[in-house]
C-alpha cells in the first residue's frame, strides 16, 4: 500500500505568511492555441516542501547536491497528537532507529488551508532535535508549517547536524498502527536552497 503524504500544488496553495502567492493558470488551451499547458509559479517553502540547510544558514549546499538515496529511508513515526511542545521521551531512544526518516503526527494537519495553522502549531524543543542528530536521521517529517518560532533555535540544530526538514506533510494519521514503512520524499532536482517536494510512505508487509 503507498500512502501519499503530499498536499497537491493548486492555484493558491496556501503559503506562509509573508510569502509570495501560489501562481497555477492554464496560460495555453487546447482549443485556442492547439495545445494545453499550464504555468506554475511558486515558492520553494509552499506546500509540502524540503528545507536544506541553505534556507536559514550560511550553507553553500543547494538541493540538488544532495544523492537522490538520502531521500528513501526507513520510516519512523512519532505520535504526538495532542501535545503543544515535542520534546525527548526514554521510549524515544529504542524507537527511533538510525539513520531512518522520522514523521512526527501532531494532528495539526488536518488544519492546512484554515485560519490559524501557520500562528498556531505545536513545537519540537532542542533535545528532541539533538536526540534526531545523535541518531543521525535523514529527515524529520512534520504535519505542520515549522519545527519551531523565532529565532529558530530547531532549525539551526537540525541543519547543524545535516538533518534535512520536511513541513507541511498530509495523510500523517494514516500512518498511525502501521508498523513498518519506508518513506520518499524527493524534492525537484533545483539550485535551491529547498524545494516542494513529493513524499510517500510505502507500507511493508508483514
Known sequence: MIIDLTHP???GLPVYPGDAETKLVHDRQLRRDHYNNHLLTI???AGTHMDGPMHLTDSTTYVYDYPVERFIGQGCLIDAAGERVI???PEYEALIPEESIVIVHTGHGRLFGQPGYFDDYPVLTVPFAELLARKRVKIVGL???SPDRYPFEVHHCLFANDVLILENLANVERLLGIEAFEITALPLRIRADSSI???IARVKQP
Open 9 to 11: 500544488i493548486v492555484h
Open 43 to 45: 515558492n520553494m517553502h
Open 87 to 89: 520534546d525527548v521521551k
Open 143 to 145: 504535519d505542520m508549517p
Open 197 to 199: 517536494a513529493r513524499v
